[in-house]
């Protein structure tokens, strides 16, 4: 190959490098590979005293509150402080891998503006001062996501975003009563003419009291009230102002645990169920059992576990209270339905019977 030939290659290269370069600026980056680094340094958790989320159209805010935060969408009930530290968790362990751009001309096309992110989060002082950010852009092909700082200029690409949640409802436990059916002494379900009581033995037995002649217990439906209050949910919350006058809280499931603590949900049904009306709960709790006296000094160790169970119960009740006084809970249709299941759809026929060959009346199989 001739020097010519060599020296015209050269010139076809640095000009194609040259070219490569013009392009990536005028597009707006770069692309500098980096070796992985956290994007948001320095955040203390406990100097966090408010977060905001933007997503989907819409800003949801959580506020600290004493030793927790609050979900002001939400009238200000209280947030899982688990989903608060995951979400902090989350945006500090985001790692960038390369360096895009700084210009901010170019912060529209990848995404990263106020007005075109697809997720925004802010983490404030108590004071309101903005201690850090982080805004999710645009897929940047099959490369990762564009991402900026808040309070940087720089874009970057994040190859494995973590996944924001933006709603309120996000940052609530949406538990309200979990009650394992092994912990269940009876179920009680009022306003359903009639009315009827469901006990639990300690194999987990489901019994019907009062079992009408001629029919037997659905033993799968009648588990399935028990069960109802087995991570018993709500799908939103609001707080119970003034008497409404939609709400008629008519209907009733009553929980009693075998150690002593009873769960009460009210329940009231705005609309039919074929439109689109919902289940209200509002729920409270009672220690119906004995306060033990203090433990003596010859108790052997089965009592002083009783007595250790019965100051949960009691303490799980006024904890309880304290929660949830106050709020009204929507219920999905599901569960609704559950405790406030009729008494018949408890009951079925009798299976048939037939003469065994000692003349012995057996089920039919």
Not at 132 to 152: C, N, P, Q, S, T
Not at 246 to 253: E, I, V, Y
Not at 359 to 364: F, I, L, N, V
Request: glycine residues 8%; proline residues 4%; negative net charge.
């Amino acid at each position: 190959m001739s020097n010519r030939t060599l020296i015209i290659l050269s010139v076809v290269a640095v000009s194609m490098v040259c070219w490569a370069v013009i392009q990536a600026h005028l597009s707006g980056g770069y692309d500098e590979t980096v070796q992985p680094m956290p994007l948001l340094q320095g955040l203390d958790p406990a100097t966090v005293g408010r977060i905001t989320l933007t997503g989907e159209g819409q800003t949801i805010t959580l506020q600290r509150r004493g030793e927790g935060f609050v979900v002001t969408n939400k009238e200000d009930y209280p947030a899982d402080i688990g989903r608060i530290n995951e979400l902090i968790r989350d945006c500090m362990g985001i790692r960038v891998t390369h360096v895009v751009s700084d210009d901010s001309d170019y912060y529209a096309e990848f995404g990263v503006t106020e007005d075109t992110a697809e997720t925004i989060v802010k983490f404030f002082d108590g004071d309101g001062k903005l201690l850090a950010g982080l805004i999710l852009g645009k897929d940047a092909d099959d490369a990762g996501v564009y991402v900026r700082a808040a309070d940087e200029d720089t874009v970057y690409i994040v190859e494995q975003p973590p996944t924001l949640d933006t709603a309120a409802m996000d940052y609530v436990d949406e538990t309200l009563i979990d009650v394992p059916l092994e912990k269940v002494a009876s179920v009680a379900i009022r306003g359903g003419d009639p009315d009827y009581t469901l006990s639990v033995s300690d194999d987990e037995t489901v019994a019907l009291a009062e079992m009408p002649d001629g029919r037997e217990l659905d033993e799968y439906a009648a588990k399935s009230v028990v069960r109802a209050f087995d991570g018993l949910r709500f799908t939103d919350v609001r707080r119970a102002g003034e008497d409404d006058p939609t709400l008629t809280f008519d209907r009733s499931a009553v929980c009693q645990r075998n150690d002593g603590l009873v769960y009460t949900v009210q329940l009231a049904r705005t609309g039919e169920q074929d439109d689109d009306g919902a289940w209200t709960a509002r729920a409270s709790a009672e220690f119906t059992g004995d306060l033990p006296e203090p433990v003596g000094r010859d108790e052997d160790d089965e009592a002083v576990a009783a007595k250790a169970r019965a100051l949960e119960a009691y303490d799980a009740a006024k904890a309880f209270n304290a929660r949830h006084a106050g709020w009204l809970y929507t219920l999905s249709d599901g569960q609704a339905e559950q405790l406030t299941k009729p008494h018949d759809e408890l009951l079925r026929e009798p299976e048939p019977t037939t003469q065994d060959a000692n003349g012995a009346a057996t089920g039919a199989n």
